[in-house]
């Protein structure tokens, strides 16, 4: 085998890149046990990610041409620290590249990024039973925050939430 074809690339993802990417998505669904839960299309993250107001990057990493990793991430802010971040909220290496810190190197370009423009940290969340995922992150220093719980209202919910009249008004 050529020794380049063996190089990965990291590269920004481009809206060709839209069926990848929500198929990698798809995976990772079904590699939590939870393939259910995507109901996202490849037009979403056309729209969402690639439109005129992207709300989120990819980096996709690539072996020989091929495709194999991607992280998916969007800027965020402490109000507490006063400066940006980042959160991950998707970070998937295909099977038959796993092993070669492709996930690491997708974490530390992200990293590496979000300094570039002032910021100090980087935020994730882990599936509850995915503990190759938690021994992943805490082998690369990025600890289980033991003082935070997260919490999210979605779907019907949520339209709810956000179409109630503010408190204290009567309809």
Known sequence: MNPASNDVLIRPGRIDDVETIHGAILKLGTHIGAPEEIISTPEDLKTYGFGEKPAFSTLIAEVGGEFAGLCLHFPIFSTWMGRPGVYVQDLYVEDRFRGRKIGERLLREVAAQCRKEGGVYLRLSVDTDNDGAKAFYERLGIAWSS?????????????????????????
Not at 154 to 163: H, K, L, Q, R, V
């Open 147 to 171: 003082y935070e719980q997260t919490q999210k209202i979605i779907g019907d919910a949520f339209f709810a939430f956000a179409d109630a009249p503010e408190s204290g008004e009567q309809e």
